[in-house]
């Protein structure tokens, strides 16, 4: 019984090689897998993964699992992946040339890891950034409307606070877009200027 026969095949401790055993002797290659491990950001990230001893685990129990319940099975599926074989490499064909395009449109992606970290990173802190200015906007606006509503502490006085808090927020922002909008004037009335040039 061919699942009853000790495994041969070497095992790889999560390790994510692009070449595996196959039922029939030979050896697949995914020429997409391969593509995307010599990118430096997704080996790094690999890399990293394997050291954390959270991640270590997690590959060694899906490589056990693959051993108990997947690789018994492989003498059974040779018929149907010899089916398979041809749109599969077909696909890994399409998928390592759609990569290609990928690396001649976005040459960052080809950038080492610290490099392309410290290009994205301003951008990745700015909505961090720009939800700590609105909160700070919002309390500062409240607090100035709370300072300049007459009358006792309470719940009268609260209310006309938020109240007048919205009607400023409300009137700083049609501000600001009539002040985007005035700019986008300025550029249409340069440009028919020079048009008429």
């Keep these: 019984m061919p699942h009853a026969e000790k495994d041969t095949a070497p095992t790889t401790n999560g390790d994510m090689n692009n070449t595996a055993p196959m039922t029939n002797g030979e050896e697949q290659h995914s020429k997409v897998l391969s593509h995307l491990q010599s990118y430096p950001v997704v080996h790094d990230a690999l890399e990293h993964y394997k050291t954390n001893p959270y991640g270590a685990k997690s590959l060694s129990l899906v490589h056990a699992t693959y051993q108990r319940l997947i690789a018994p099975l492989h003498p059974y599926l040779q018929t149907p992946y010899s ?112 048009m008429k040039q």
């Design 83 to 194: 089916y398979l074989s041809p749109y599969l490499s077909r696909a890994d064909e399409l998928g390592d040339t759609g990569l290609t395009r990928v690396d001649t449109r976005f040459p960052i992606v080809k950038e080492d890891t610290k490099k392309l970290w410290d290009r994205i990173e301003p951008y990745v802190g700015y909505p961090i950034g720009l939800l700590g200015q609105s909160k700070e906007y919002v309390m500062g606006t409240w607090q100035d409307e709370y300072r300049k509503t007459r009358g006792e502490e309470g719940v009268k006085k609260f209310v006309l606070a938020v109240v007048s808090t919205e009607l400023k927020m409300g009137v700083d922002g049609v501000e600001f877009v009539k002040g985007f909008l005035r700019k986008g004037k300025e550029v249409g009335e340069k440009k028919v200027e020079e």
